[in-house]
């Protein structure tokens, strides 16, 4: 998790219809308390989240996918 200008991003795992693990990321909206965006973010579950200059949130995944994202914040 992390929050960024207004929003905090938190990383986390689910399941496809099916069954394989997928990545996805909530951005919430802290003055209104709300999820703006859900992304899928990775093939596998979201293990990190850093921000480059409160411009971008890099996102980095368990092994399975070995990739990173880059989000450009808005």
């Known amino acids: 998790m992390i929050k ?3 929003q905090i991003w938190v990383g986390c795992h689910g399941r ?3 069954g394989k693990t997928r990545g996805k990321i909530y951005v919430v ?3 209104r308390h709300m999820v703006e ?3 899928m973010a990775h093939d596998d579950s979201v ?3 850093c921000s ?3 411009r971008y949130v890099l996102s980095g995944a368990a092994r399975a996918d070995g990739k990173i ?3 450009k914040v808005e």
């Open 4 to 6: 960024v200008k207004n």
């Open 16 to 18: 496809s219809p099916e």
């Open 29 to 31: 909206n802290t003055d």
């Open 37 to 39: 965006k859900e992304l």
């Open 47 to 49: 293990q990190t989240l």
């Open 52 to 54: 480059a200059e409160h």
């Open 69 to 71: 994202g880059i989000w």
